[in-house]
């Protein structure tokens, strides 16, 4: 059985197994605990890794350039537009609204009274562990972004802490995949404490959240990449969907856009029309470093965290909420459950309450769905993009399709996708 399929089992089985008890039950609860501190775990050096490796990727001599640029400017400001959209659907529809819980006596709100010239000092760690000790997010990625500048500058004696920073990346991103196979119990043990706990009435909330999630990631799809197509590159937005159709299924069912990547490549070249080494370059970069879908789902986590706990949001606060969103969604991996352990990024940075993600987690996957197939399209919008302001689409393919008589639907629905990642960075590492 497929691992989303466990998991809805396991949020059903949970919220009536909680409806039922009406209490929380401390053994179960320690499942759920269990399975965010091991969330929790990777957040530190997950973010640093994928940092480095993506920094020190980029600043490869031959990727930099013309294309370097354009592809980086297209995921910053296309990322920047899904938060806006995620935030608008989050005001829309309150998610958070109708349900309310005190803040925790462990949450630092120091972010509530944020002074701007104190949160630009807060951003620099005077000691890197310290800030690793501390979970401290930021100066985390502060630190990263400097340290990958600092291998950079180190040129052939950098190379071997490079090498060792990628293996971490890769032994993390396969400690992930492990955890997330525990999610189909971790979700039944949140969904049963926190229903157990708060009755009813936690549903609702949550379905709307993942109401907002939907509806924010199909606007993001329909609306802004159709008209990025129509408008940007004089193009119809239906060849479009059409030749990614593989990829899409894909990606909603494996909630990994690492795992899709092979299956997007050969939609973008072969359906799409795009040149070999800008769909390489570009959806290798996007499968870690543009996600739409995923700032989306922070954007309005956020929300929802400030809203559940009656937490009055500044406009410095939305505008740390918009960067840290956009910085987490870079640093984010393309493996399942990658947003949601982002999150504490955003919450920690805003001064909201940790505990959201506990509550949030229970639903994570199916938001993560539609989170991914929003990421895939999004690097595949901007490999469109590029390669058409490069003249490298073939218009012919791009209206027409083509067809060479193979089904790439054979490659598809397994889940050993899931789970192969060495497989995806080697097709990876031959396509760039
Ligand atoms: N799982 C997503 C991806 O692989 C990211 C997310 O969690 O939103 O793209």
Not at 128 to 134: D, E
Not at 206 to 219: E, G, M, R, S, V
Request: aromatic fraction near 8%; hydrophobic fraction near 50%.
């Amino acid at each position: 059985m497929k691992v989303w399929v466990k998991v809805l089992i396991g949020l059903f089985l949970g919220v009536g197994f909680g409806l039922i008890a009406q209490q929380e039950i401390a053994p179960i609860a320690m499942v759920g605990k269990i399975f965010i501190n091991l969330l929790k775990m990777l957040v530190g050096l997950v973010i640093f890794a994928s940092i480095v490796t993506g920094v020190c990727q980029i600043n490869d001599p031959k990727k930099l350039g013309r294309i370097g640029v354009r592809t980086l400017f297209f995921f910053v400001w296309s990322t920047v537009i899904a938060i806006g959209v995620g935030l608008g659907a989050a005001y829309l529809i309150h998610p958070g609204q109708g349900l309310s819980l005190s803040v925790p006596a462990t949450t630092n709100l120091q972010g509530s009274n944020l002074e701007l010239i104190d949160f630009c000092i807060s951003l620099v760690p005077s000691n890197p562990f310290l800030a690793f000790a501390q979970g401290n997010v930021l100066q985390i990625i502060t630190f990263s972004l400097l340290f990958a500048y600092g291998i950079m500058l180190a040129g052939e004696r950098g190379k071997k802490i490079y090498e060792i920073i990628e293996s971490l990346a890769a032994a993390l991103h396969n400690l992930t995949y492990t955890v997330m196979k525990f999610a189909p119990y971790g979700v039944f043990a949140l969904m049963a404490s926190s229903v157990g706990a708060m009755g009813i009435k936690v549903i609702v909330p949550l379905l709307k959240f993942l109401l907002c999630n939907y509806i924010a990631c199909l606007f993001q799809i329909l609306v802004v990449f159709s008209l990025i197509l129509r408008l940007f590159l004089k193009l119809s937005p239906v060849p479009f969907f059409k030749g990614m159709k593989e990829a899409i299924a894909l990606a909603f069912s494996t909630s990994s856009s690492s795992a899709t990547l092979p299956v997007a490549l050969k939609c973008a070249r072969e359906q799409l029309g795009v040149a070999e080494d800008i769909s390489g370059f570009v959806l290798s970069l996007g499968s870690t470093v543009n996600m739409n879908g995923a700032a989306i789902g922070l954007a309005t986590a956020s929300i929802f965290t400030a809203e559940i706990y009656g937490i009055q949001l500044s406009f410095l606060q939305i505008g740390v909420i918009t960067f840290t969103s956009l910085i987490a969604a870079i640093g984010a991996a393309g493996i399942p459950g990658a947003g949601i352990v982002m999150l504490s990024v955003v919450l920690s940075a805003v001064g909201l309450p940790l505990e959201g993600i506990a509550l949030l987690a229970g639903v994570d996957r199916i938001r993560d769905m539609i989170s991914t197939v929003t990421n895939i399209l999004g690097d595949g919008v901007a490999a469109v993009y590029v390669a058409k302001k490069e003249k490298h689409l073939d218009e012919e393919i791009y209206n027409y399709g083509y067809s060479n008589g193979e089904s790439l639907s054979a490659e598809i629905g397994g889940e050993h996708h899931e789970c192969h990642s060495s497989a995806v960075a080697q097709e990876t590492g031959r396509v760039r």
